[in-house]
């Protein structure tokens, strides 16, 4: 298997920044949220690599904090969002009949019901009481829909090979099928159904925190943004403050998308079309 | 036959959407571990200084669950709010400007919503599909592999981002569009006019912008698929200029897929709108509920979620209804 320029880049992008936000903060002991931690303003130096905040704090450390939770609330989430997308999309796809459809018809409505309102009321609801557990189940019943879908029309496709009947006919059952003979076939889908999940998911908590509805006293991607609006970074000319999340949550995203799409098509190579 | 059936079953699953939608409006908050009520009465007994007595309490809380609708059990309470929504269309009065009724408010909003996403959907797709239409077809060109770069790099970039990049770059160092929206009122002028599309400009740019990647990529990767067809050769060894078939053969059969992909992604597309709107003080329904999550006004924020469903609901209802108009294969079934 060759990977392609794409997926390498994509890999290279996220292996930056996993093995970053994960490492470094073993060689600090300081909390980044804590206020008045340096001296204020600071500008971009040996000590401070993005400078310091108005409220002294060290912008380089909390961005590597921010995208350390992001990556952590990312990667759980979309973990239960595969796995509820490829039970229900691979059952439904291969029962049919009534099952599919009333399957079909919370998935459509979940993909066209625009979420974030709801999202906002809930926010809303919790605010300050909510925490990280909360806060992704809610992203959870958001996050699988779409993923449902696309499996459960690959496996609509591959239910009607020959080598599903056989499997029948020697006398495994429908778990065994489901499980045995399409899963394997789903589950290249599966990993770039996983990486977008992470995409929607660090996406969606940072649009929520970036008008103040999610955990914001915890760093992330998108609080980062909430406090330096909040304390008018850009009208004092902190533009550091802002434009070092905006770059890192660019490159992220670019790195996320890099390899979901280059895998799928490494994926598509191999099985012979393009 | 086959177009009823298909008009008959777009308009079913209409009525499964907004029916679900308004339904885990409903059900979701009321599962959440916090009680709005409690927190609004613990909040004014801090005020108060604890001196609040027990029957003054007891009476806030009885009025306040009148004034929610959270009287009665739950499923009394499920069937009122369906008749509210679905028959009288009635989110009751605003908390914060009270007696002022919600859907004043609301239709005063939604125009700017509607006009803002209408607007910058339409121009988003169609310049986002011309882009993927040259790009897919002259595939091996190095102006296609340029556009597909950009659309790469364009399309995971979300919202929020986006607008803080242009408000960043034309608000800030470049100031040549306002920072927040302000609109002259009044009656409708030519002055009035150009400061709506003064305004509007950012915001719907930015829009535009977070459409276009997806766009691109979506036709690119059909009109490539498409030009290897068999009808396409023939047309080709026929002697159809080539700027025919790219319109009349490639294009007329790539764009099928992605007008059921617009109407699925405008959901998404209506998230962003609204996100949109909020950091550019928009005045439209992304606006309206951040005033109400602001000032606490819960049926204000209840009014516009179910009035952003149906509308989510409705845009996709009728590309789905102008769909046959588009796929010969659906009217002649």
Known sequence: MKMNFRLKLGIFILAFFTLGSLILPLFNDVDPSQQGTYFKNLPISGDHLLGTNTQGQDIFWYLVYSVRNSLILGVGVSIFTTLISAVLGLSAGYIGGWYDRIIMILTDSVIAIPSFPILIVLGTLVRGNTNFFILGLILVIFGWAWGARTVRSMALSIREHEFINTSRFSGSNTVEIIFQEIFPYVFAYMVVGFINSILFVINTEAALAVIGLSKVEIPTLGSIIFWALNYNAMFIGQYMWIVAPVVATVVLFLGLFLTSTGYNQMFATRRGHA | MGLIQY??????????????????????????????????????????????????????????????????SIVDQYVDYIKRVFISFDFGPSLASYPKPVSEFIFTALPWTLGLLGTALVVSWLIGNIIGLVAGFYHNSRWATLLEIFGVILYPIPYYILALVLILLFAYIWPIFPLSTTILPGPITWEKINSIIYNSFLPALTLVLAGFGWNILGMKALSFANKEEGYVTFARLKGTPSRTIMFSYVFRNSILPQITALALSIGGVFNGALLTEILFSYPGLGLLMRTAIGSGDFNLLYGTIIMSIVSVATAALIIDLVYPLLDPRIRFR
């Open chain 2, 7 to 72: 008009i008959v079953s777009r308009v079913g699953a209409y009525l499964i959407v907004l029916f679900v939608g308004v339904t885990i409006t409903f059900f979701l908050p009321r599962l959440m571990p916090s009680d709005p009520i409690e927190g609004y009465i613990a909040q004014m007994q801090n005020q108060a200084g604890q001196s609040m007595n027990p029957e003054t309490i007891e009476e806030l809380r009885t009025s306040m669950r009148k004034l929610y609708g959270l009287e009665g």
